[in-house]
């Protein structure tokens, strides 16, 4: 009788922190193929000639960037093993935000102005809805993923009420939308024909990407929040306020997050129609992926968000079973997210086949 | 007349109080065994979509109900294998298979629609949803509370419930005296998410009828959130279970009553669910009722066989 037994390896597997993320992508993507295939007859090849389109496709950069941003925001936290599943409550409270500054203030005579208070109260409420659930989990120990995820939903809600109530536009032909924000308030595109990417975004991009490294690598509390992730009672008995570090990284989770919901309104959305959360992107939950395959490290972050952003991508040029977007989305991190969260144990353990039975 | 009121109001809650309670249920003997549940929500969704789908495709409900529990038990199972098996986080494969389940709900729910619609329109005529006549309704207080019953008596007086809690107390422990932590959680797993089915099918073809393509979704974590404030405790979940399945049973009327937007009467069950967990956690409840002690700890030996 054959055996299979799990051994710890000596050293961990050579080039393993590159060859695990992209081999869970592969299987990810062709069990996505096949499960879309037995169950709404999509030929796998067309899911793959999409995928190979997302690589290449233009309209792949904005969300790159988009992913980057927020998957950087999740390293924060997850590097403290504090799990924000709720950026999508934070990216829509900073959508709120932002499109109360270009809607309803006399800012917008000076777009600058205008812009960065969008982006400033952004990152406030983002920031203030990440603390919500840092507070929770840090005096009352309540889970995070449940009490973020559930917050997602009050969040989608509020801003709904809002756009359905006291935010409905005047010129909105029988929609039900806000008015279109003016024109000073929009995020200036590049100059290069089919790209949906603004310089506001680029330069968020490379803001949140430095500030990430420097608060991560160089300050005292990003080394502390790496010991929270590996062992926070060495912390605790070092004499550090634990607390304080899960409420700062849920808070500044949230608030880059929340500046991605000003990025989405400003740059390209320009406008919030009911019910929101079927009109945007639900990057929050695709960025989780984008953190994970990352496997932490801030480098690795914007390599997988462009790949993640393909597939994000094919997910939308792909029909299947009259669906397209969120549905195709979902499998595909559900599929590549369970491959990598199971081929990572042979990063650390191997499998070898022993024959005999007995101990 | 107070009564007539009383019994009415508790028969129209019938059906929700049975969904969210066998949901709950579930997930709370589930993380008995010391496995973190968070793929609840995602395999919820796929379970309603799959009694949908399953009611129209067999022309009625019951041998969806049969089918449902069946599908999220694998579920359940694949679940326990994965966090027992190997030295992973119950975290990811939890979120994992939420995404999954949210992905394979909406490709199964989806065709079904046309499907139904396109039998309706051949002149095709059969019911998906379960009977909801008072005396069924007064029989889904009976099932919630025979299954209820079933659980506490599992738990606390059998062999296998001993086995169930020792696997999420101290599963080191447990593996020493003689306890197949695997099985276990294998089996708890299946009756979990069984209930967690059952509760999935209750809610579609019990209580709202239709599928679109966010039906369901968030209303596992509200189960979530009941079980947590709970204690995880099968009569105390009766009590929570009771009272989102008023509040969701007469957010309508709340709102016509009081002149809410839809929107927020929609936040409101989400609120109460933040804000029962917060009641459970900050009240000396929290210590009486206190969660596994291995909840969502890796359980791994060094060499073992798969």
Do not use: C
């Not at chain 1, 924000?84 to 777009?111: D, K, R, V």
Request: aromatic residues 10%.
């Amino acid at each position: 009788m054959v055996r299979v037994v799990i051994v710890k390896r000596v050293k961990p597997l050579p080039f393993g922190n590159i060859l695990i993320p992209l081999l869970s992508i592969v299987m990810g993507v062709v069990l996505a193929a096949l499960i879309l295939y037995f169950l709404s007859g999509t030929p796998p090849v067309l899911l793959f000639v999409n995928v190979g389109m997302g690589f290449i496709q233009i309209q792949t950069l904005r969300d790159f960037l988009m992913l980057t941003m927020l998957g950087t925001a999740l390293v924060i936290s997850f590097t403290g093993a504090i799990w924000n599943i709720g950026e999508e409550g934070q990216i829509t409270m900073g959508m709120m935000a932002a499109a109360y500054i270009a809607l309803f203030t006399a800012l917008s005579h000076m777009p600058s102005v205008a812009k960065l208070t969008m982006i400033a109260l952004a990152l406030v409420l983002g920031g203030l809805w990440g603390l919500i659930a840092g507070v929770l989990r840090a005096y009352l120990n309540i889970d995070e993923v449940p009490v973020t995820l559930i917050m997602n939903y009050i969040a989608y809600y509020a801003l709904n009420y809002l756009v359905r109530g006291p935010w409905k536009g005047k010129a909105t032909y029988g929609y039900i939308r806000t008015d279109l924000i003016p024109e000073a308030t929009h995020f200036t595109l590049l100059p290069v024909r089919g790209v949906t990417v603004t310089y506001e975004d680029v330069a968020l991009t490379v803001g949140i990407m430095a500030f990430a490294a420097f608060f991560l690598w160089r300050t005292a509390a990003g080394v502390r929040l790496k010991v929270l992730g590996s062992n926070p009672d060495a912390l605790r008995a070092a004499g550090v306020n634990v607390q304080a570090m899960i409420i700062l990284a849920l808070t500044i989770s949230g608030a880059i997050a929340g500046a991605v919901g000003a990025a989405q309104l400003a740059g390209y959305l320009h406008r919030i129609s009911y019910p929101m959360e079927s009109h945007t992107a639900n990057l929050g939950y695709t960025a989780i992926l984008v953190a994970w395959l990352s496997m932490l490290d801030l480098r690795a972050v914007p390599i997988a968000a462009y790949i993640i952003g393909a597939l994000n991508q094919a997910g939308r040029l792909v029909q299947a079973a009259r669906l397209g977007g969120a549905a195709i989305t979902y499998l595909f991190i559900g599929t590549t997210l369970l491959t990598f969260t199971v081929l990572r144990v042979f990063s650390e353990y191997s499998i070898r086949f022993v024959r005999g039975g007995g101990k | 007349m107070i009564t007539d009121v009383l019994v009415s109001g508790a028969l129209a809650t019938a059906p929700a109080f049975i969904a969210y309670y066998l949901t709950a249920l579930g997930h709370g003997f589930f993380e008995k065994s010391g496995v973190l549940n968070l793929a609840i929500d995602g395999v919820f969704y796929l379970s309603v979509a799959v009694a949908y789908a399953t009611a129209v495709y067999t022309h009625g409900p019951w041998g969806a109900l049969a089918i449902t529990m069946a599908v999220a038990s694998v579920f359940g199972m694949l679940i326990a294998y994965l966090t027992t098996k190997f030295p992973v986080s119950h975290g990811a494969v939890g979120l994992s298979v939420m995404f999954l389940g949210y992905g394979i709900g909406a490709l199964i729910g989806n065709p079904a629609v046309f499907a139904y619609r396109d039998l309706r329109s051949r002149g095709v005529m059969f019911d998906i949803r379960l009977p909801t006549e008072p005396v069924a309704r007064a029989l889904m207080y009976v099932t919630a509370v025979l299954a209820g019953l079933a659980i506490l008596y599992l738990t606390g007086r059998t062999k296998l419930g001993a086995a169930v809690r020792a696997a999420g107390e101290n599963p080191h422990a447990a593996s020493a005296l003689g306890v197949d932590v695997l099985r276990v959680r294998l089996i708890a797993g299946a009756i979990g998410y069984a209930l967690i089915g059952a509760g999935a099918t209750f809610f579609e073809l019990a209580w709202l009828p239709t599928w679109q393509q966010l039906q369901g979704m968030g209303h596992g974590w509200l189960a979530f959130a009941i079980s947590l404030s709970a204690g995880r405790h099968p009569l105390l979940t009766m009590v929570t279970s009771a009272t989102f399945a008023g509040l969701l049973t007469y957010q309508y009327a709340l709102q016509a009553a009081y002149n809410l937007s839809p929107e927020v009467a929609k936040m409101v069950p989400f609120i109460a669910a933040i804000v029962a967990m917060v009641l459970f956690m900050a009240t000396p409840l929290r210590r009486r009722l206190a969660p596994p002690l291995s909840l969502g700890k890796v359980y791994f030996k060094e060499e073992r066989t798969v």
